[in-house]
């Protein structure tokens, strides 16, 4: 039977990762370009701290939070993750959102599909108040978010919550995330899980559209 439902993670997925608009961050808090060295998986850079995160050293929220303690060394004021996403940001998350992820999720409804959001820290990185103004969950049937749930991927738990709140197999579920762990934990569990890697959007975009079994993004979205 085919795959009835594309479950995507949110940031770095759905929303562009702050390693593509470093120079946002930079702008916004009066550094020179170039000062932040923060490259996450962007190719053909080197980031030290999130090759740590890689091999379990340190948890991907411990990664953001250094970050955040490193910036507001740097700039002399207390920031949280938060207050870094929200200020560097506009506060309008439309803004950040992969023009790629629009197309997929339109498709995928209109092939009939269930889509859904399964995210460790939606509210807890944006908040609620910037969640809402997110157009793209008007054409979302469902969010899980660990920020309300507590029980973070890659925790099997967190995967059989999601498959209940669907009221689905996991084999009927394909499941997008950019974390290796992440994507571990759900094959574990018997979902389909693609890989995503920022450098390539629209390839992965499409590998998810193949085990739903719908054609591929035309090559016109931007």
Known sequence: MTAQVLLLDFG???????????????????LE??????????AGRDDALWQSMQRDEISERDYW???????????GETLTIKDI????????????????VVAVVQTAKAAGRTTAIFTNEMQLFYGADVIEQLDLL??????FDATTTKILKPDPRAYE????????????IVFVDDQTRNIAGA??????????????????FNQALTLLGIPSLDESVA
Request: negative net charge; glycine residues 8%; hydrophobic residues 40%.
């Open 85 to 100: 996403i929200r200020r560097s940001r506009g506060q309008d998350v439309n803004s950040v959102i992969r023009p790629e």
């Open 12 to 30: 770095s997925v759905i929303s562009k990762s702050l390693f593509e608009t470093l120079e946002d961050i930079e702008a916004t808090f009066g």
């Open 138 to 143: 008007n054409h979302m049937d469902h969010l």
């Open 161 to 172: 919550m999601v498959c209940a709140g669907l009221g689905l197999p996991p084999g009927q």
């Open 65 to 75: 939070y250094r970050r955040a303690a490193e910036l507001s060394e740097q700039v």
């Open 187 to 204: 094959k574990a569990v018997g979902m389909l899980a693609v890989k995503f890697d920022i450098n390539t959007p629209r390839a992965c």
């Open 33 to 42: 370009p170039g000062t932040l060295d923060w490259s996450g998986p962007l």
